[in-house]
């Protein structure tokens, strides 16, 4: 039995005991700081492991390499064989027919997040303006429980017909809006001068017009239609015959 | 001698019964040339039936380094990329091998991650006035005149560009876009934190497995504006199809 020097030894019959319980809690002190380190060892380890399981687990990426700027100037070689020929023949016919999708003449595209409109021939771009595409504005009537979305429509139109000094036949939601009574006489819904010079029908009720108010062009303030100003909207009514492809998006 | 035409008959109705129960004759194995224009002409097929249909989609031309906005076969937007990536999920360092036919399909039903939400701003109407209301001239304390609405906000002020953005495809395809620069800067540091930290654990989660089975990922960087510009005008439910990518 060993005891730690300076300190008192206990005399008698309890000595015994009280020296084992010094030497056991010795050991369990001893144990718990090598479980201690072991663990933070352990902890560490572990720590590690996942770290690089982390980095090693998501989306491996390798660059595509840019086409080489060389002009090879060797003639194609011929088809290896009948298949080959055939199904380079058929690669050639695919790619004029999608060539051919692009209009010839006349096209319009309209950016109706950015409210810009393009005259487009072929693949030139005639002329680039602002313009005023739906507000998204949702528009519901108190009493009659109607519900209008000011949206302008998405996909592919053709300008199916064409007006100078157009007449707006005013719908339903221009009079509830603006909190008037809806007219039973057809002729109270024509409004004069409000749509500009010019209009450009593409179906639905929905056209390429001019506007009183240019100075909101670029913006999203329209009820569906293109609001255009005054001097490209003459452009697109001499450069875009009827059946002009209208392409919004 | 007469016996044989007699023997000849049912030795080729033989031939002709074998010849009709032999499995067909294994194709044989293309060329590289044929196989590389088989695969072209499989890839204008999926083009020219996405071109022929009335819903938008991405072409993207790897080798020529071009990202369109496409409407039946007509570039309505066109963007040239700084860099064409292409990704596979990979767990422990070990890539997951996106299978020979991942590209066998066209890729459809895109949708932009993180979505660009959209304020609609509503308007309720005010009640039309009685008849001769106006004649009667009404006080003009008791009809408080309504205020015109709103001008709505540009696209620039409506929605903030996160970068990197994804459209994710239907078919397990991806398409991540980064902005060269400054991109995501008109996005809080918040915003921009968290966008990282969540595109981080969805990498994770995909690259697992877990949730969308995500088999390839294509990464473009394009310039700031032209990121933003796509984000912001993307239509719903975009298709896409690649162009000049080289086999892994």
């Known amino acids: ?249 | 001698m007469r016996a044989r035409p007699l023997l000849l008959v049912p030795l080729a109705a033989l031939v002709a019964a074998l010849a009709a129960t032999a499995p067909a004759a294994s194709p044989k194995a293309d060329d590289p040339e044929t196989a590389r224009l088989r695969g072209q002409v499989e890839r204008l097929r999926r083009e020219r039936d996405l071109a022929s249909g009335r819903t938008f989609y991405l072409r993207l031309d790897a080798g020529q380094g071009r990202l369109a906005l496409t409407l039946q076969g007509v570039a309505l937007d066109d963007y040239r990329t700084e860099s064409v990536e292409w990704g596979v999920p990979e767990v422990l360092f070990v890539d997951r091998a996106p299978g020979a036919d991942w590209d066998a399909a066209a890729f459809s039903k895109g949708r932009l991650e993180p979505e660009r939400e959209r304020d609609r701003v509503e308007v309720v109407a005010p009640a039309p006035a009685p008849p001769g209301a106006a004649a009667a001239g009404p006080a003009p304390a008791e009809t408080p005149s309504p205020s015109p609405p709103p001008v709505p906000k540009s696209a620039e002020e409506l929605y903030s560009v996160p970068s990197p953005y994804r459209v994710v495809f239907a078919e397990g395809v991806s398409l991540e876009v980064r902005a060269k620069g400054h991109g995501g800067r008109n996005r809080s540091l918040f915003q921009r934190l968290a966008d990282a930290l969540g595109l981080r654990l969805s990498d994770l989660g995909t690259a697992l497995g877990l949730g969308a089975k995500e088999r390839v990922r294509l990464r473009v960087t394009l310039e700031a504006e032209d990121a933003a510009s796509l984000y912001r005008s993307l239509p719903p439910d975009v298709g896409l199809v690649v162009v000049g990518l080289p086999s892994r």
Request: with cysteine; hydrophobic share 40%; charged share 25%.
């Open chain 1, 1 to 249: 039995m060993t005891t730690e020097p300076g300190r008192p030894v206990p005399a008698g019959p309890r000595a015994a005991p009280a020296a084992l319980a010094a030497a056991g809690r010795r050991l369990l002190d001893g144990a718990r700081s090598l479980a201690a380190r072991r663990s933070i060892r352990g902890a560490a380890a572990t720590g590690v492991l996942l770290l690089l399981a982390f980095a090693g687990t998501g989306w491996d990426f390798r660059r595509v390499a840019p086409p080489s700027t060389e002009v090879s100037v060797t003639p194609a070689p011929k088809p290896a064989s009948r298949e080959a020929a055939r199904l380079l023949a058929e690669r050639q016919r695919l790619e004029v027919a999608l060539r051919r999708k692009v209009p010839r003449g006349s096209w319009i595209v309209i950016d109706q997040t950015h409210n810009r409109l393009r005259l487009m021939k072929g693949d030139d771009v005639v002329l680039e303006a602002p313009c005023s595409a739906g507000s998204g504005m949702v528009l519901k009537e108190g009493s009659g429980g109607r519900v209008w979305v000011f949206d302008t429509p998405r996909g592919r139109f053709e300008v199916l017909s064409k007006l100078a000094n157009p007449v707006w036949r005013k719908p339903d939601w221009a009079f509830v809006e603006e909190g008037e009574p809806i007219p039973k006489d057809p002729g109270d819904r024509l409004e004069y001068g409000s749509l500009g010079e010019y209009a450009l029908y593409f179906g639905n009720g929905y056209m390429i017009h001019g506007t009183l108010y240019e100075r909101l062009l670029g913006r999203p303030v329209s009820h569906g239609c293109i609001r255009l100003g005054r001097d490209p909207l003459r452009e697109v009514y001499r450069q875009a015959p009827v059946g002009t492809p209208v392409y919004i998006y």
